[in-house]
């Protein structure tokens, strides 16, 4: 098991680390934590931008790949001279298409390697970089459009273009459109043929760390989305004191040179500032345009990535693959023995390397071992049989999840922030890994628990303002703390725990407060669960909507050798289906008190996704949306 070696090697290092990365926390007169602080590890730029990275990479290093690009099915290598040279015709295009210093540019694609071209050469022309989500509607790009005062636009496909024409046909002034399968890049390539490198040279040197980089739309789950004004020194905090803290540690203890295969949207600033990172440590990127299981599986077995980095929904969809695999086979009691004995295996082992136990027992480890032939390596072989880390983000991972894939030799990291830090505000230290938790502040940052228990945020990683929204600005940014509108509670070492959010929390008729994303977290990383709802605000007890995931209900509906097109409403009322649901339930209803538990639930026809507006493009569902939607449904579980 190759963590097992990396945490014997890393714990030479763990004296050095914490001399690196001492946090600092304040209690109060209760003792509790109500503050943390992190010391930075990387000095905050006085001059020049993230622009720069391609230049400098091809300088020190002309020969090394920094990139992969696929073509023809094949990956093909990038040096930094290479990268540096398309960025330099790409710019040279968009500054003949009248782009002036300050302008801005909105990419409408999935992540492809045309999007990391695209958004450094916007910033060496000097312009400012505006993502917009490939499934975007028109009414939301019409929206980015007009707010950003973006004048060009380059979509990905002719579906995209379609969009982008129709919200800003009413436009005054309709952008200038490029759209990469229609060779975008190349008609810009050409369009900047006669303007000399040292125009964009000259645009380039002239940004400062102050000056705005992009302008990233949050994913709105209520109201329009706000702009968030994110600097050149925001995206350097960000990716320099990440590149510091974890780099060089799991480059040294696990001996391999990392790459990393990119797929999250690059329309999140997860996936821009991890791009960033990686650029910066001269770490290896593939690209991947989606997070669909089916299309990434292969394009992991191809490219064999050390490291990744994506949200919980991933992980949560290869353990219920890899269950669904099993049960396929006549081996689901198996699957669930490894799983129940991987939970355990890594608490103990991880409790052995934190100094707090004394690890596993010998009948453990040979428990341990015969999984590892019959199930984990399976787990490893998936993605891609390299990989010995993964950061999750986005929202909470499930506890128990995490302790699996360690069992299965993958350390999964988590960590916790928002487009307004410029993603993560808190991130799991490589040597300090503790399941349940988001981690310690960023180098450079640091959080506050409020009387209310709001999660506060201050550092170089916070965003400057909301684009042309003042009030909205003030209402969150006070004396240079960010007001998250999460909930969350920090430890005696500093680490935070996520507890729910502000406006989500219900109030039971019964005056019992209960943070519904501790329940539904669970309850999505447990099959047949797609999307849920868990609702009780002002009701006797705590219930859910819950959604059948279509894959886990075809795999169901294959083991019993039902026929595969049996109607869901159908489905909805089989009580054997909704004995596995049953169990979902419970297994969330286990980190709960009784009066916070899930008493009731109703299995709903359809989905919770983006297309019915359900969900946001970074896969955070629209309450109020899904509660008008099934208000009835909602009715019908507290006449019962």
């Not at 943390?36 to 230049?55: E, Q």
């Not at 789950?221 to 803290?245: I, M, Q, W, Y």
């Not at 109030?507 to 999307?531: C, Y």
């Not at 980190?591 to 359900?614: K, P, W, Y």
Request: with cysteine; glycine share 8%; charged share 25%.
């Amino acid at each position: 098991m190759g963590v097992r070696k990396d945490l014997k090697r890393a714990k030479k290092r763990r004296t050095d680390l914490a001399a690196r990365t001492k946090v600092e926390t304040i209690a109060d007169n209760h003792g509790v934590v109500r503050e943390a602080r992190s010391p930075t590890l990387a000095p905050p730029k006085t001059t020049g931008s993230t622009a720069d990275l391609p230049f400098t990479n091809a300088t020190e290093a002309p020969d090394a790949v920094v990139l992969h690009r696929k073509e023809n099915n094949t990956w093909r290598p990038v040096t930094a001279a290479t990268f540096a040279a398309e960025v330099t015709a790409v710019a040279k295009g968009l500054i003949a298409a009248g782009l002036e210093p300050g302008g801005r540019v909105a990419v409408m694609s999935r992540t492809r390697y045309e999007w990391t071209v695209l958004d450094f050469a916007i910033w060496a022309a000097g312009g400012q970089t505006v993502p917009v989500y490939a499934t975007s509607s028109a009414e939301q790009v019409e929206w980015i459009v007009r707010d950003s005062g973006a004048r060009r636009v380059v979509t990905e496909t002719a579906e995209n273009t379609d969009t982008v024409t129709t919200g800003t046909a009413r436009h005054e002034q309709a952008p200038r459109i490029w759209q990469l399968e229609e060779a975008g890049l190349t008609e810009l390539t050409a369009l900047g043929h006669d303007i000399p490198d040292e125009e964009v040279t000259k645009r380039r040197t002239a940004l400062t760390p102050d000056t705005i980089a992009t302008i990233c739309y949050t994913s709105g789950t209520t109201g329009k989305p706000k702009g968030c004004v994110l600097t050149h020194a925001n995206l350097h905090a960000e990716a320099a004191n990440t590149v510091e803290l974890l780099h060089p540690i799991f480059e040294e203890v696990t001996g391999q040179v990392a790459s990393t295969l990119l797929f999250l949207p690059l329309a999140h600033i997860m996936g821009r500032t991890l791009q960033i990172a990686c650029l910066m440590a001269r770490i290896e990127i593939g690209h991947c345009p989606s997070i669909k299981p089916d299309e990434l599986r292969p394009a992991l077995k191809e490219f064999r990535p050390t490291f990744l980095v994506g949200v919980p929904y991933l992980f949560e969809k290869i353990h219920a693959t890899g269950r669904a695999t099993a049960e396929k086979i006549g081996r689901a009691a198996s699957f669930d023995r490894a799983d129940r004995i991987g939970v355990r295996f890594g608490q103990e082992y991880l409790d052995k390397f934190l100094d707090r136990g004394k690890g596993p027992s010998l009948g453990r480890y040979a428990a341990w071992a015969l999984y590892d032939l019959l199930v984990y390596r399976r787990i490893r072989k998936e993605l891609g049989g390299r990989m010995r880390y993964a950061i999750s983000g986005g929202s909470p991972l499930d506890r128990n999840l995490s302790l699996f894939f360690y069992a299965a030799g993958i350390i999964v990291y988590e960590g916790y922030g928002l487009t307004e830090t410029t993603a993560a505000a808190t991130i799991v230290p490589p040597l300090g890994p503790r399941p349940g938790t988001v981690g310690q502040p960023v180098p450079g940052t640091a959080i506050r628990i409020a009387d209310d228990g709001e999660v506060l945020i201050k550092g170089g990683v916070v965003f400057a303002a909301y684009w042309n929204n003042a009030a909205a600005t003030d209402a969150v940014l006070q004396d240079d703390w960010f007001a998250t509108g999460d909930l969350g509670a920090l430890d005696e070492d500093g680490y935070l725990t996520i507890t729910g959010r502000k406006k989500d929390i219900l109030v039971t008729s019964g005056g019992k407060n209960v943070s519904p994303a501790v329940l539904e977290d669970r309850l999505r990383s447990r099959a047949p669960v797609g999307q849920c709802l868990v609702v009780g605000d002002n009701r006797p007890f705590v219930a859910a909507l819950i959604t059948l995931d279509p894959e886990a209900i075809a795999h169901w509906l294959s083991v019993r050798k039902l026929p595969a097109d049996t109607p869901v409403a159908e489905l909805v009322r089989d009580p054997r289906l909704r004995a596995d649901v049953q169990k979902a339930v419970d297994y969330a209803n286990e980190a709960v008190s009784r009066a916070e538990s899930i008493r009731a639930f109703t299995l709903v026809e359809g989905e919770f996704n983006e297309d019915n507006g359900m969900l946001t493009p970074s896969l955070k569902v629209k309450r109020h949306t899904v509660m008008s939607a099934y208000a009835e449904e909602i009715e019908a579980l507290y006449r019962k």
